[in-house]
């Protein structure tokens, strides 16, 4: 699994790219967009420390459904792609729960907010 260091303003991945990849926020924040750099933008979330995202892609081989951005300097990730999530999976099970926790919240929300 691969580190990977972004600073302020950097694109991690797009709305609409193919999705091979999760990652896992291990310092710095990130900014999950709808539509980034257009006049409908939309700021979904911020993730930070801990934290995952991509993984809807990675699991479902669907395209990106939004744009990622680092919001700080020194923004370190772990990369984990499709090839290795297996040994993720197997190497830190808590994450995994973590992942599932988090699916679990987006999936609760989305459902609540159609109910409004």
Request: aromatic share 10%; with cysteine; glycine share 6%.
């Amino acid at each position: 699994m691969e580190m990977k260091v972004y600073n302020t303003n950097e694109i991690i991945l797009k709305q609409g790219d193919a999705g091979e990849s999760m990652f896992y926020v291990l310092a710095g924040k990130v900014g999950v967009y709808l539509d980034y750099g257009t006049s409908s933008e939309k700021k979904l979330t911020e993730l930070c420390e801990q934290q995952f995202f991509g993984e809807m892609s990675l699991l479902n081989n669907e395209v990106r459904s939004a744009t990622v951005v680092a919001l700080e300097d020194d923004t370190c990730l772990q990369e984990i792609s499709e090839a290795n999530f297996k040994d993720f999976c197997m190497e830190y099970p808590e994450k995994v729960f973590a992942i599932m926790q988090q699916l679990s919240e987006r999936l609760r929300r989305a459902t609540s907010s159609k109910k409004d």
